[in-house]
């Protein structure tokens, strides 16, 4: 019996420590090392990050009492159309993900900006949906003006 349980115990150690290949990483789209692709899109968020922050605010007024931010981190690029090859005019749809304090998710939005060399600052705002509303922690929750939809 001594040599039953002692055997079922080494088992049940050795299946613990045993690593678990899962493929949870490619499914993942997060990159893990730098390239030209990432540079480039990393340099596009700065440049709109300031348009960005501004339709954020714009729709958070209404619901918030402190603007929320949006880190660079925090957007996704969902979709880019451009109007013709080696065309200069596209738009862009970002998903953002606008947080306030110690980066407290407020929600989920979708913001898509016309890019284009005509226009006085190159990028226009062209539409925002808000997609989804993260509730507050108790604490928090001193900030909310009224309820998000």
């Known amino acids: 019996m001594k040599k039953l349980f002692v055997a079922c115990f080494m088992i049940i150690v050795?299946?613990?420590t045993i690593s678990i290949h899962t493929h949870a990483e490619?499914?993942?789209?997060?990159?893990?090392?730098?390239?030209?692709?990432?540079?480039?899109?990393d340099m596009l968020m700065l440049f709109l990050l300031p348009h960005i922050d501004q339709a954020v605010a714009k729709y958070y007024a209404q619901f918030l009492i402190e603007k929320p931010i949006v880190y660079p981190y925090e957007v996704d690029i969902t979709k880019i159309k451009r109007s013709r090859f080696r065309g200069y005019e596209f738009l862009i749809t970002l998903?953002?993900?606008?947080?306030v304090g110690p980066h407290?998710?407020?929600?989920?939005?979708l913001i898509t900006f016309q890019i284009d060399p005509t226009l006085p600052k190159n990028i226009k705002s062209?539409?925002?949906e808000h997609i989804k509303t993260y509730d507050l922690p108790p604490n928090w929750e001193h900030i909310i003006r009224k309820t998000l939809n």
């Open 26 to 41: 490619k499914l993942f789209n997060a990159p893990q090392a730098d390239s030209k692709e990432v540079q480039l899109q």
């Open 104 to 109: 407290i998710g407020v929600g989920k939005d």
């Open 95 to 99: 998903e953002v993900s606008p947080v």
């Open 126 to 128: 062209i539409s925002y």
């Open 14 to 16: 050795m299946t613990m």
